[in-house]
Every structure is written in C-alpha cells, then in structure tokens.
C-alpha cells in the first residue's frame, strides 16, 4: 500500500545518512538526477554482486560482459527506438505540468482497486472471523460495480495503447474525469508523443559531426556482441549474456526520487534460445528471477507479477515483477520474449549474417531470446524503503526513544561490522585496530571511537550494519569482545577468535544463491 508519509522519510534518511545526494544540489540540483553516497555506493555494489554472481557464477551457460554507452546510430534505428522509443504526454494548461497520459490513467485505475481493497478492509473489521473474502469480492454489489469499471477501463485503455490512437487516450481522460494533481483542473492538451532518447554529437567540429544518442537500454549492445561471444566463447545454445552499466532516457515524469532517473543503471540478461522453446524458458526465467528476489527474505506479500497492457515494440511477451514500494505496487524487473526481433533486425541493417549453427539439428538460425532486465536504481530502492523502521524502545527510566534502523540483509549491508573502542585511551584503541586489521581483508568495517556508544549503536543502525564490535577493558585481559546484534539489539560476550565466523555465517552470499539454486 502507498505510503507517502513513509517515502518521505525514506528520501530523508537516504540523504541524511550518505547513501543517496541529489546530483549538482550545490547549484540547486538536476531533475531526476542522483549521486550515490558513501554508503549508498557500497549497498549498491553489494546488490549488483548478488546480481551479477547469481548470472554468471550460478549458471555455467551465461558470461558477462561491458559494452560501451555509445554505439552506432544505426543500431537504434535497427532496434526501433529511433521509430518507437515513445511516451504519450499530455500537458495541464493550468499548472503547465506536464503528465504520461498513460501513467494518469493508470494511477486512476489503481484509485479504483484501492477503494475495493479498502471495502474489503471495512468488512474485513466488522465481520472479523466470519469474513469470507472470496465471497465478498464476489457478491458485493459495490465492489462488483468497480471490478466491472476496472475491466472495461482496462480493455479501452489497452485498445488505444496498441493501436497508437493518442485521441482516444485523451478521450479516455475527459470521459473518466481524470483531473491534474497539481491544479485540479481538467484543462488538458491533446497527447502526443514523446522520444525518449538524449541525442548529442560524435566529433569535434559540430557541424560536420554525427548525431548519436545515449544508450537508453544496456541490452542493444548485448545484441550486437551476440556473435563475438558466441564465436570466441564457443557457446551453445541455450546461453545468456549479462551486463550491467548505465543507460539513460528523457523521461517525461520525473518525480519519485530514484523510482524514474534521467540517467540510471540496468542489469540485464539476454538468454538466447532455440526458436519454438520461448514458452518454456519465458516461465524458467520468471521463476528464477522471483526467487531471487524471495531469497532476500523482504517480508510476506511484497511481490507480485504484473503483465504489461501494452507489449513494447520487440516483446511477444511481457510480465513486470512488482514490488510494494511506499509509491505503490511499481514495476522494479521486466521479463520480456523478445523473439528474434533484435537479431533479425541488426542481421538486415548491418548486413551481416546473425545465426547459429545448431549441430544437432544441422540447420542454421537466428536464435530467439528471453530478456530479464531489473533496474538497479530501483532495486536499491526497494531494498532501503523495506529494511527502514522506526521502533519503540522502552528505557530503564520509564521514558521511551525511538531507534531508526535499517535492516538490509547482511549480505547487501554497506558496512558489515562496526569496531567500536568503548574509550579512546588504556590501549583499547589499539586493541580494537588489530581486531578491525583482522577483519578487514574480507569485510567492510568501520573504526569509530567518537561519541557515546550508545550513540554509536544508534548510528550504525540507521545505516543497517549488522553487527557492532566493542572493545573494553576486559578484551585486553581475556581477548573477548561485546558483538550487538543489529535487528534484535542483543549483546553477547564471545571470544575474539569466533568474531569471523560469526560475521561470515551471516554476510556470505552463498546461503542466497544456495535458495535461488534450490528453487
Ligand atoms: N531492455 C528492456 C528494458 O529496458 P524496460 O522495462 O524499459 O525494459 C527495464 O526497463 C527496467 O529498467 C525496469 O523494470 C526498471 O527497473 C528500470 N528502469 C526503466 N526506466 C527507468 C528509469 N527511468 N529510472 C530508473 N529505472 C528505470
């Protein structure tokens, strides 16, 4: 459920805390544009591992690779998005903002499902043990009456996406009232289309110079690697190739922190198939991908697959893996049937031939291929506005305070252990850099001595590392140390020597990809 309350938070503790700087903010910042900081680097490092391993480390048919951000501009007239690459907007001439006309009428239409999920709450409360939900969805004249509002939006609304009818999806506007957020008002602009695509020059004299665009998704230069990997690789099909880097889109709307950047980084993998086995693999890369997500343990009912109502212009198939983000149920993954849609057409603008011998079948063709491609910006979105809580903690004086914490799994957390000297003289100091020298070929550790410990607990939790070391004077006399336990705030006294394995039970990757692997 959206919580905008929350989300404002989560975008303050973000920036209070290192993790995410609005970029150029001494200048006044740029829209839709973010820096990540100390912390927030090391989160997001940690999430493209966990990616990037459980490709190319778990399956021994998929590598890697880093193509460039500039390609030729062909390859964007051959992959459609010079033609296709396109959001509808429409402008308020009220606010004179500008909205994705497609986005209005979505929003409009989840307005509708939360005021069915809201009658089901009521009733949920009043009939307490005897409530039937099944039931209640199904007899309830109200909820009937919204469900067939929804369903008839629905097909509308798809009708005028797929048929490109930019009439009708202003008409769909006017006829469901839809009024801007921001004045009100239902003074709108015809739609029209917008390219996505940030264009700049190739060369140093700029008249002569050729236009060439920023590329607004990693996967095209996967598809134009396709037959250097294959070739030098020696890779049969069934095979995939992964890439993670920067791509970059002039989207209309911008307005929801790191959910829709300017300028953000994908992690994509494209499996090429044998043609007629898409089905198959489109399900295996859908089960694969929620696991991988369900491995991280967010918490019951935070996931959810959507299909898209309209196929992007490659897609014979789509489904998005929704999270629950503060915003709402959003799209943080895609996994697309691309059919040889890409290869095909690289094959007839470059003019060279893009296909696979198959030796079992001694036929050549051009392969067919899965995509799933998740953003990083947002998975690092999902993952912080989930681990943030507030809670009460009750003190020995009777007063209460509320602790601010982060509780990132271990494995993503930016920093894994806190090496903390209760004082900062009779040696502890010392005492606690050999620990931290101990630890930190293998972990991201963080020395502090300044302040309280309470205080240093505090800090720590609120950027989410599990663990809190703190050297006292009886560390000196038995080698033991307090480990504190970031999610239950639990001390234990336990002996320097054990500090690693505890640490390492904990933070290691392996469990995960051991979850994903027993899908
Ligand atoms: N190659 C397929 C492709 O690019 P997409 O659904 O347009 O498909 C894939 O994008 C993922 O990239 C999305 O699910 C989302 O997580 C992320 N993404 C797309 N646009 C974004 C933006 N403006 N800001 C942040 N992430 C974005």
């Given at each position: 459920m959206?919580?905008?309350?929350?989300?404002?938070?989560?975008?303050?503790?973000?920036?209070?805390?290192?993790?995410?700087?609005?970029?150029?903010?001494?200048?006044?910042?740029?829209?839709?544009?973010?820096?990540?900081?100390?912390?927030?680097?090391?989160?997001?490092?940690?999430?493209?591992?966990?990616?990037?391993?459980?490709?190319?480390?778990?399956?021994?048919?998929?590598?890697?690779?880093?193509?460039?951000?500039?390609?030729?501009?062909?390859?964007?007239?051959?992959?459609?998005?010079?033609?296709a690459f396109n959001d509808p907007l429409i402008d308020n001439k009220d606010s004179k903002k500008r909205y994705?006309?497609?986005?209005?009428?979505?929003?409009?239409?989840?307005?509708?499902?939360?005021?069915?999920?809201?009658?089901?709450?009521?009733?949920?409360?009043?009939?307490?043990d005897k409530f039937d939900k099944d039931t209640f969805l199904a007899t309830n004249a109200r909820v009937l009456e919204r469900k067939q509002k929804i369903d008839s939006l629905t097909e509308r609304f798809q009708n005028a996406l797929n048929s490109n009818n930019l009439e009708e999806l202003k008409q769909i506007i006017v006829d469901e009232e839809i009024v801007c957020p921001i004045s009100g008002s239902k003074n709108w602009t015809d739609?029209?289309?917008?390219?996505?695509?940030?264009?700049?020059?190739?060369?140093?004299?700029?008249?002569?110079?050729?236009?060439?665009?920023?590329?607004?998704?990693?996967?095209?230069?996967?598809?134009?690697?396709?037959?250097?990997?294959?070739?030098?690789?020696?890779?049969?099909?069934?095979?995939?190739?992964?890439?993670?880097?920067?791509?970059?889109?002039?989207?209309?709307?911008?307005r929801q922190f790191i959910f829709r950047m300017?300028?953000?980084?994908?992690?994509?993998?494209?499996?090429?198939?044998?043609?007629?086995?898409?089905?198959?693999?489109?399900?295996?890369?859908?089960k694969v991908r929620m696991q991988w997500h369900l491995a991280l343990e967010p918490g019951n009912g935070k996931?959810?697959?959507?299909?898209?109502?309209?196929?992007?212009?490659?897609?014979?198939?789509?489904?998005?893996?929704?999270?629950?983000?503060?915003?709402?149920?959003?799209?943080?993954?895609?996994?697309?049937?691309?059919?040889?849609?890409?290869?095909?057409?690289?094959?007839?603008?470059?003019g060279k031939k893009i296909q696979y011998f198959d030796p079992e079948t001694n036929t050549s063709y051009v392969p067919f291929v899965i995509e799933t491609s998740i953003g990083l910006d947002r998975m690092f979105l999902s993952v912080l506005s989930n681990s943030f809580g507030e809670e009460k903690i009750d003190k020995e004086d009777g007063s209460s305070e509320i602790r601010t914490v982060l509780k990132i799994h271990p494995a993503l957390a930016p920093i894994k252990a806190a090496i903390l000297p209760l004082i900062k003289k009779d040696g502890l100091p010392?005492?606690?850099?050999?620990?931290?020298?101990?630890?930190?070929?293998?972990?991201n550790c963080q020395y502090e001595e300044k302040d309280s410990i309470g205080k240093r607990y505090r800090r720590h939790d609120a950027i989410g590392t599990?663990?809190?070391?703190?050297?006292?004077?009886?560390?000196?006399?038995?080698?033991?140390?307090?480990?504190?336990?970031?999610?239950?705030?639990?001390?234990?006294?336990?002996?320097v020597d054990n500090i690693k394995a505890i640490i390492e039970e904990k933070v290691n990757m392996r469990k995960l990809f051991e979850k994903i692997e027993n899908r």
């Amino acid at each position: 459920m959206a919580n905008p309350e929350i989300f404002k938070k989560v975008i303050a503790h973000a920036k209070e805390y290192g993790f995410i700087f609005q970029s150029s903010e001494i200048y006044d910042g740029l829209s839709a544009v973010y820096d990540y900081g100390q912390n927030g680097v090391e989160l997001k490092n940690n999430i493209k591992k966990y990616w990037w391993d459980s490709m190319v480390k778990l399956n021994e048919n998929i590598v890697g690779i880093d193509s460039a951000i500039f390609m030729h501009p062909e390859v964007w007239k051959a992959s459609g998005h010079v033609g296709a690459f396109n959001d509808p907007l429409i402008d308020n001439k009220d606010s004179k903002k500008r909205y994705r006309a497609d986005v209005l009428i979505e929003e409009h239409r989840e307005k509708i499902q939360e005021k069915i999920d809201k009658e089901v709450e009521k009733a949920q409360a009043k009939y307490a043990d005897k409530f039937d939900k099944d039931t209640f969805l199904a007899t309830n004249a109200r909820v009937l009456e919204r469900k067939q509002k929804i369903d008839s939006l629905t097909e509308r609304f798809q009708n005028a996406l797929n048929s490109n009818n930019l009439e009708e999806l202003k008409q769909i506007i006017v006829d469901e009232e839809i009024v801007c957020p921001i004045s009100g008002s239902k003074n709108w602009t015809d739609v029209r289309q917008f390219n996505l695509m940030f264009d700049t020059k190739l060369g140093s004299v700029s008249e002569e110079a050729d236009i060439i665009y920023l590329r607004p998704e990693t996967a095209q230069g996967i598809f134009v690697n396709y037959l250097n990997v294959q070739k030098t690789g020696r890779m049969k099909l069934p095979f995939g190739i992964a890439q993670i880097g920067k791509a970059f889109r002039n989207e209309i709307v911008a307005r929801q922190f790191i959910f829709r950047m300017r300028e953000f980084e994908q992690m994509e993998m494209q499996f090429f198939i044998r043609p007629g086995e898409q089905e198959s693999w489109f399900e295996h890369w859908k089960k694969v991908r929620m696991q991988w997500h369900l491995a991280l343990e967010p918490g019951n009912g935070k996931y959810r697959f959507h299909d898209h109502d309209k196929l992007a212009h490659y897609a014979t198939a789509a489904t998005d893996i929704e999270f629950d983000f503060p915003i709402g149920f959003k799209e943080l993954e895609g996994i697309h049937s691309r059919s040889d849609f890409d290869l095909s057409q690289h094959q007839k603008f470059s003019g060279k031939k893009i296909q696979y011998f198959d030796p079992e079948t001694n036929t050549s063709y051009v392969p067919f291929v899965i995509e799933t491609s998740i953003g990083l910006d947002r998975m690092f979105l999902s993952v912080l506005s989930n681990s943030f809580g507030e809670e009460k903690i009750d003190k020995e004086d009777g007063s209460s305070e509320i602790r601010t914490v982060l509780k990132i799994h271990p494995a993503l957390a930016p920093i894994k252990a806190a090496i903390l000297p209760l004082i900062k003289k009779d040696g502890l100091p010392e005492k606690a850099y050999q620990i931290l020298n101990l630890l930190k070929f293998d972990y991201n550790c963080q020395y502090e001595e300044k302040d309280s410990i309470g205080k240093r607990y505090r800090r720590h939790d609120a950027i989410g590392t599990p663990f809190c070391i703190t050297i006292d004077h009886q560390t000196l006399e038995d080698n033991s140390v307090t480990i504190r336990y970031r999610d239950t705030m639990l001390q234990e006294r336990i002996s320097v020597d054990n500090i690693k394995a505890i640490i390492e039970e904990k933070v290691n990757m392996r469990k995960l990809f051991e979850k994903i692997e027993n899908r």
